[in-house]
């Protein structure tokens, strides 16, 4: 026999012991290493082929390649046997039947969607009907109608994803006073919640994807008194019997006059000082109402002399960082199970 053979030969011996003794799939990995592993014993004697005389050089390399293919299998074998043995253990151990059980995770209401439903409950119980609209929108429901024609400077502050040169995803829920204004007639008293989009660049405060509601309320003798009435109403809903309602002059080109709206901050009680929830104001932005300015009750065919109403949009995000004390808008879309358990 050669000395390559015989080397393989003793090799083999010392081998097949240490794949015989391994008793757990680490130890059977140090006997791969030491043998097969980069400067393992096989390697070495590869690394001999050299010296030998070229015309002996690809017998020896290939009966080194044949002796790696047993071992391998070797390997492989042992490995099997080890698993198989591990598990027959485990089914081998007593199963106590009367050991408590893992409790499976409870889902629960998510936060978004229950300040919608206690919104929508509350404008429900006062006869508003609850009605959902496409997140998709011709630019006239979003736009035209809304007294915003194509040239107004209002269209880019809605930062809009626009879809084709007529179709966008919605950047608010006021097409739905549109489409509503369009299928009833007055009086139209509705409540319309859904998701909305914006190109906002995403951080605590934004997300490009959010929730707004709209509220519309259009009859005889509607005035902005009964507005603040129902607002001051769905702000001691969500946030408590206290809560009052401001609004701060603004400008929509759907309403007139316009305001944005705030209500009293729920944490520190519209005391301010240094309150982090509300920057030190005590108040705390809810979004944006007005009256219905008559060019949009006009293009509905409404009689803007006989009826008037008036509109909200409040973004949901916002409401549900006041009402749960939410630091950080992201957490809403994370779906991490221990904060939405936290809120459940
Ligand atoms: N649609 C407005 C916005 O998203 C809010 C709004 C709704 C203002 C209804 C007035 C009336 O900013």
Redesign the pocket.
Same mark, same amino acid.
């Given at each position: 026999m050669s000395e390559l053979a015989n080397q393989l030969s003793e090799l083999r011996g010392r081998f097949d012991a240490a794949v015989a003794d391994a008793p757990d799939a680490d130890t059977l990995e140090a006997v791969r290493v030491a043998f097969l592993g980069r400067s393992g014993e096989v390697t070495l004697l590869r690394r001999g082929i050299g010296q030998l005389p070229a015309a002996q050089r690809p017998a020896a390399g290939k009966t080194i390649n044949a002796a790696v293919e047993v071992l391998e299998a070797q390997l492989l074998e042992a490995e099997r046997r080890l698993a198989t043995g591990n598990f027959d253990a485990e089914l081998a151990k007593r199963i106590d039947v009367t050991f408590p059980a893992i409790a499976p995770l409870r889902g629960s209401i998510h936060p978004i969607r229950r300040v919608m439903d206690d919104i929508c409950a509350y404008f429900e119980r006062h006869g508003f009907a609850v009605v959902l609209g496409p997140e998709i929108e011709p630019d006239y429901y979003n736009f035209d109608a809304l007294n915003i024609p194509p040239d107004h400077p209002a269209r880019d502050g809605f930062d809009s994803f626009f879809l084709t040169d007529h179709l966008l995803l919605r950047?608010?829920? #006021?097409p739905m006073q549109i489409r509503t204004m369009q299928q009833h007639k007055p009086p139209v008293a509705v409540v319309t919640p859904g998701k909305c989009y914006r190109r906002d660049a995403v951080d605590a405060r934004h997300l490009y994807q959010f929730h707004?509601c709209?509220g519309l309320l259009v009859a005889q003798g509607i005035h902005f008194g009964h507005l603040k009435g129902m607002l001051t109403g769905m702000c001691r809903e969500l946030f408590g019997p206290d809560q009052q309602v401001r609004f701060r002059p603004s400008y929509?080109p759907?309403?007139e006059p #316009?305001a944005e709206v705030d209500t009293t901050c729920p944490v520190c009680h519209g005391l301010g000082g240094t309150c982090r929830m509300c920057g030190g104001s005590g108040w705390i932005e809810l979004?944006?109402?007005?009256m219905v300015h008559p060019n949009v009750l006009s293009e509905m065919k409404y009689d803007a002399g006989a009826v008037s109403g008036w509109?909200?949009?409040f973004g949901l995000e916002r409401l549900a960082i006041v009402r749960y004390d939410v630091d950080d808008i992201r957490r809403f879309v994370e779906n991490e199970p221990d904060f939405l358990q936290q809120l459940a």
């Open positions: 950047p608010h829920t #006021s707004q709209e929509f759907f309403t #316009s979004g944006g109402a007005g509109a909200f949009g």
